[in-house]
């Protein structure tokens, strides 16, 4: 079974950068992709940037600002997040997916853009 733990969400002002992390336990392997969704207040989950080997797929409101990466033991993924803006506002989910399609979600972190 695969548990996914995020942290490193908060308040932050427009502008400002936040740095989340995700640690997985139990049977991950590095063939698994990993990434981060989010979700604001009556809006539907969306794809914010995933990861899996050497492709990394991103939703369009996020390119050149925000950038995902792997930790060497491959069971981490952090997501640095620079210019935030108040649309930026939401729960963001940690996420990894298994080749054979099956799916694992953390109970997500709240970023706040506001002033």
């Known amino acids: 079974q695969v548990q996914l733990m995020e942290s490193g969400g908060g308040l932050v002002q427009p502008g400002g950068s936040l740095r989340l992390s995700c640690a997985a336990s139990?049977?991950?392997?590095?063939?698994?992709?990993m990434g981060w969704y989010r979700q604001a207040p009556g809006k539907q989950r969306e794809l914010v940037e995933r990861?899996?080997?050497?492709?990394?797929n991103y939703g369009d409101s996020v390119k050149g600002r925000f950038t995902i990466s792997r930790g060497n033991a491959k069971n981490t993924v952090y997501l640095q997040m620079n210019s935030l803006r108040p649309e930026d506002t939401a729960v963001y989910y940690c996420s990894a997916d298994s080749p054979g399609g099956v799916w694992y979600w953390g109970q997500g972190t709240q970023v706040t853009v506001s002033s």
């Open positions: 139990g049977s991950i392997f590095s063939f698994y992709a």
């Open positions: 990861i899996s080997g050497s492709m990394t």
